[in-house]
């Protein structure tokens, strides 16, 4: 057996007592740890929170195609959004008030499916019948269309939820479904947070709004899918507006 020298013991006490007063003061000292947090990474861990979000976003408006589901909070009422988005159009579901119904947009034209129950909420029970189950197209002129067509509109929909407000900061490595994040802060959180990939394209993968204002998980960047008009035996033009519901 070799014999370890008296120093160099006596070094290697010293450091391993410095790195565990620096875990337990919340410093950082170079050599307690080989780990890089960001090694293998594409590298934006290592940028400042403001760059990350520019970063971010700019991935997120190039990518052809992306999957958002969680919840949105938006004039006192939460919707729950299961969508897949491009720039042509749009589909998935949404959730609110115990009533979900489906939506649709293929370039301009947007379409409301839900079951008799939703309809019959404004008490046009005839109607209700008639648009069960069916696409319904909704007029550019009603309501409605304003109301929910962002919801399919990927480009109107990204740039109302990928903005932190207030101070930017980054908070740690994170993981999100086995994929490795860096989050950055708006105001220590109370401006939101958001987790980005630090795998691949710098994509958004988690939000959560300011505010209590719904929380977000962003999935299948770039995948492509169809968006079709419906049948004509499915789909109902209600007119220049549909009944209140």
């Not at 960047?221 to 220049?240: I, R």
């Amino acid at each position: 057996m070799t014999a370890i020298p008296q120093g160099r013991t006596r070094r290697a006490t010293l450091v391993s007592a410095a790195c565990a007063l620096a875990v337990t003061g919340a410093m950082v000292l170079t050599g307690c740890s080989s780990e890089d947090p960001d090694a293998g990474t594409n590298g934006v861990g290592k940028l400042s929170p403001d760059r990350i979000q520019t970063k971010s976003r700019a991935a997120a408006d190039a990518a052809p195609a992306v999957r958002l589901s969680g919840t949105v909070v938006t004039s006192g009422r939460t919707y729950k959004l299961d969508m897949r988005l491009k720039a042509d159009g749009g589909t998935g579901s949404v959730t609110s008030q115990g009533a979900t119904f489906g939506l649709l947009r293929v370039g301009e034209q947007l379409y409301l499916k839900a079951d008799a129950d939703f309809w019959s909420h404004g008490g046009d029970t005839g109607a209700a019948g008639k648009l069960n189950g069916k696409y319904v197209k909704v007029p550019q002129g009603d309501p409605a269309y304003k109301k929910f067509s962002g919801f399919t509109d990927k480009a109107v929909l990204l740039d109302g939820l990928l903005t932190l407000h207030g101070k930017l900061a980054t908070d740690g490595h994170h993981d999100q479904s086995g994929t490795r994040t860096i989050r950055i802060t708006g105001d220590g959180g109370s401006g939101g947070t958001l987790d980005v990939s630090l795998q691949g394209k710098p994509y958004p993968l988690r939000l959560v709004r300011a505010g209590s204002a719904g929380m977000l998980g962003f999935s299948d960047w770039g995948k492509d899918f169809t968006v079709t008009e419906p049948a004509k035996s499915e789909t109902v033009d209600y007119g220049k507006q549909l009944p209140t519901s």
